[in-house]
Structure formats: structure tokens, C-alpha cells
């Protein structure tokens, strides 16, 4: 049952539940959201098999700005868990057409803020101090809106800047019943569409998303991200205050910079802007191959580039580590792929935890030729058209034929920080050459000595 996969997603704390009259109008909002995309789409899809394929790309691209448009008004209402998928899908300009990208972009930091009186009342429940006691200066006005909390400059009374974050109050509740919505939604859709069965890989992605909601323990990964970077000038991180922060209300340096996908902006500060691709990549292979801990969430909101280039990363919310055994299993995928050993590769994912449904591996080769190895061999640092199109021709083929089963959530959280770089890339116009860059790293782990408690290679 959806439910009972929703009560397995563990939160920070046991939210109340919005009452029936919410609940009830948020599940019908996502239900017609949901038909109208799949019955414009299968429309589409029936029209051009049977009665006419003249046009056909004209109608999808019709299609694509009908659905987007509909996402982005649904979220704008709903707010939430909506509006963190429209913003993933809105950061993967490298494969999803422009009408669904340009639409949804608006998603990333222009959120509509909820009202001052709101998030006064929330920090100084949070803080147990009036705002003036805690603050010299608060701008009601906020830097940015997203879909769990919004972020306000202030001057603490030391003269320190600060940009203050604040979750919104009740919005636990809210992401419980709408991943209960989402959950349903995808079990109908697996029903009415045997091939795009995604509800495996949406609980495993949607389990991180109650982490978000504890700024504890996103203050953790920041200070845990700072001494990994420490001796890195080119990297940023914003210092937590800790004594004006709370699991609701998060405190921290305010550090000022251009959007990473401001290319324009970027240009006026004289920043090269294949020079900040070329860092972003060096600092995740540095992050997943070296530290075994990233920050899971890139999209163009949370990173800023500063002159040099310097790159200032935000929001810690989701961020992970690996244990050394599987940042080494990753390393061999990697490595396998890279060198286009096929029994390594098939070795490397049964050890990182894959399985297909008859335990053959053509699935599974297939999936690391689409994702790095055509990408490699091509020399592009992120998934053109072309490769797009392979992608979608040939995946849904095999995992038809021989679908996978079992995912290590890890990995998919991996998939979807390339995702997102690869989409950072093509706007960056990336000329990264990633086996050059990702070999290093892999190299110099797989001859480190072995870690206590690492299992060996």
C-alpha cells in the first residue's frame, strides 16, 4: 500500500498531519495534475501511431509547454514536494526539452515567500528570543523562497552578516501526505503503463527528502564539507552559528556571488564560465572519489561563483556519505567503465548490490555504456541530443526485456548528482574532459592503502 510505504520514509520528528479538507484537495490537485499530463502525452502518442504522423515533433513540443505549464501552476499552489521535483526536472537542460526547463526554472528561487508575520512568529518560537534581541538588523524581505523554507539577510548585534533560514511551519505534514499522493499516483501509472514502473526508484530517492527538514543536521554537513575543503581556496562554504540556529532555523555566514547559470552575469565579473565547469567536476570527483561525502543537491540555486573561480556551495540539506566499501565499489564501476572492461563492470555492480530480474547483465551494461561510457568515448561532459535520444530508444528496450530489480539507494542518489551536472555542464557549454578528470581521483584510491573497516577490492 502507498501509505505503508510512505510510514517506512523516516522524518525528524513525527509531523502533524495536515487536516482531512488539505489532504483531500492536495490529492486531487496532484490526480488532475497527473491525468492531464498523461492524457495529453497519450493523446499525442495515439494520434501520431494511427491517424497521422505529420507534425509530430511540433505536437510533442506543444505537449511538453502544456505540461510544464500545468506543473508549474500546480506547484505554485501546492508548494512543497512539488515544487522540489519542478526544480530537479528544471536543472536537466541536457535532457528534457526547453519548454519543460525554461518553464519550471522560475521554480529555483522565485518561489512565492510565505508573509513576514509568518516567519517572525516561526524564529522566535525557534529561538525563544524576540527578533530584535537575537538580530540588530532583519530583512523582511527574502534573498530567496524555495519549497521547504526561505532565506532572510540580517546583522547579528556582533556585526556579523548573516543569511538566516527558516523552515516553514507545518510543512513536515505536508511533505508526508504529498510523498503518500506521489507514491499512489506512481502505482497507478505503473498500472496503466507496464514499461515506466518508477515507484522502486522514487522511494528510494524520496527517502532523503524528511533530511532536508532537520537543519541540525545540514549545519553538520556543512562544517563536515568546510574541513574537507579547508586547504581548497576555490571552494566555499558559509561558517554555521550555531547558538541562533535550530532543527527549524538555521543561522550562517551571508556570502554573496553570481548564479552558477547567470552566464551573462558571470561575463561581467570576467569569469570564464568553462573554467567554473571545469572546477564544479574536479570538486565532486573530490567529493565522491576522495571524500566520500557530496553535496546531493547541485542545482543552480545552490551554488554561487565568485572571481577566481571560486565556487561557494549552499544548502547542505541532502548530503551523503559513503562508507569506505562502497566509495571503493564506486571507484571500480567507475574505473570499469571508464576502461570498457566489460567483466569488471558486470563484477562491480553485482558487488555494488544490482540485480535483474533473470540475473543476466545486459541491463546493466547497457546503462553504463548510456550514462559514461558513450559520454566518455564521445568527449562530452554532459549528454548531448544525440545521446539522449540513444538513451531513450534503447534503455526502455532492455528494461523491458530484463528489468532491474534491486537499486542501492546510493547510487541513485550518484545518478542524480550527475544528472544534475550534466545539466550545469551544457549551460556552462562544459568542455571538461572527463576521463582525464575522474581517472586521477579513481587512481589514487584504488593504491591507497586500505581503510580500516573497508572491505578490500
Known amino acids: 500500500m502507498a501509505s505503508t510505504l510512505t510510514d517506512q520514509i523516516p522524518f525528524p520528528s513525527d509531523p502533524p498531519a495536515p487536516g482531512l479538507a488539505t489532504r483531500t484537495w492536495r490529492f486531487a490537485a496532484v490526480v488532475w495534475l497527473a491525468v492531464r499530463v498523461y492524457a495529453g502525452y497519450k493523446s499525442v502518442q495515439l494520434w501520431t501511431r494511427y491517424v497521422s504522423n505529420r507534425n509530430r515533433d511540433r505536437l510533442y513540443r506543444r505537449q511538453d509547454l502544456r ?16 515544487i522540489k521535483a519542478s526544480q530537479f526536472i528544471a536543472t536537466r537542460a541536457d535532457v528534457l526539452p526547453d519548454e519543460w526547463v525554461s518553464t519550471l526554472a522560475g521554480l529555483h528561487d ?6 513576514f508575520a509568518t516567519i517572525r512568529a516561526q524564529i522566535e518560537r525557534e529561538l525563544g528570543r524576540s527578533l530584535e534581541t537575537v538580530f540588530a538588523e532583519f530583512d523582511s524581505a527574502p534573498l530567496a523562497s524555495a519549497s521547504l523554507a526561505q532565506v532572510h539577510a540580517a546583522r547579528l548585534h556582533d556585526g556579523r552578516r548573516c543569511a538566516v533560514k527558516v523552515q516553514y511551519p507545518g510543512i513536515e505534514g505536508i511533505v508526508r501526505a504529498d510523498l503518500r499522493n506521489l507514491l499512489l499516483v506512481l502505482r497507478w501509472l505503473a498500472w496503466l503503463e507496464r514499461d515506466f514502473d518508477f515507484r522502486a526508484v522514487a ?13 541540525i543536521h545540514e549545519a553538520d554537513n556543512a562544517d563536515t564539507m568546510r574541513r574537507n575543503f579547508a586547504s581548497d581556496p576555490a571552494v566555499g562554504v558559509p ?7 535550530t532543527r527549524r532555523v538555521l543561522t550562517m555566514e551571508l556570502i554573496e556571488g553570481v548564479k552558477i547559470t547567470d552566464i551573462a552575469a558571470l561575463e561581467r565579473a570576467g569569469i570564464d564560465k568553462r573554467a567554473v565547469a571545469q572546477k564544479l567536476m574536479d570538486q565532486f570527483c573530490a567529493m565522491i572519489l576522495r571524500d566520500g561525502f557530496f553535496h546531493a543537491d547541485p542545482h543552480p540555486g545552490n551554488i554561487l561563483v565568485q572571481p577566481g573561480p ?8 541532502l548530503a551523503k556519505d559513503f562508507p569506505p566499501a562502497f566509495r571503493d565499489g564506486m571507484v571500480r564501476l567507475t574505473l570499469a567503465i571508464l ?6 563492470t558486470i563484477r562491480a555492480f553485482t558487488e555494488l548490490g544490482f540485480r535483474t530480474r533473470d540475473g543476466s547483465p545486459d541491463t546493466l551494461l547497457t546503462i553504463a555504456d548510456l550514462f559514461l561510457g558513450q559520454t566518455v568515448s564521445r568527449n562530452k ?18 528494461l523491458r ?3 532491474i530489480v534491486e537499486v542501492p539507494g546510493d547510487v541513485l542518489l550518484v545518478n542524480r548528482v550527475m544528472g544534475l551536472l550534466s545539466g550545469l555542464g551544457k549551460s556552462l557549454d562544459s568542455r571538461v574532459d572527463l576521463f582525464a578528470t575522474i581517472m586521477p581521483y579513481a587512481q589514487r584510491l584504488m593504491l591507497a592503502p586500505a581503510e580500516p573497516g573497508a572491505s578490500a577490492p
Open 67 to 82: 505540461a510544464a505549464r500545468a506543473m508549474y501552476t500546480t506547484a505554485l499552489r501546492l508548494e512543497g514536494l512539488l
Open 110 to 115: 522565485r518561489v512565492p515567500p510565505r508573509p
Open 203 to 215: 522511494r528510494e530517492g524520496l527517502k532523503y527528502i524528511p533530511m532536508e527538514l532537520d537543519f
Open 239 to 245: 561558517e554555521i552559528y550555531r547558538e541562533f540556529s
Open 310 to 317: 571560486r565556487l561557494v556551495y549552499l544548502d547542505f540539506g
Open 339 to 344: 576502461t570498457a572492461d566489460r567483466a569488471a
Open 381 to 398: 561532459a554532459y549528454a548531448d541530443q544525440e545521446l539522449v535520444e540513444k538513451f531513450n530508444d534503447q534503455l526502455p528496450r532492455a
Open 401 to 403: 526485456k530484463n528489468p
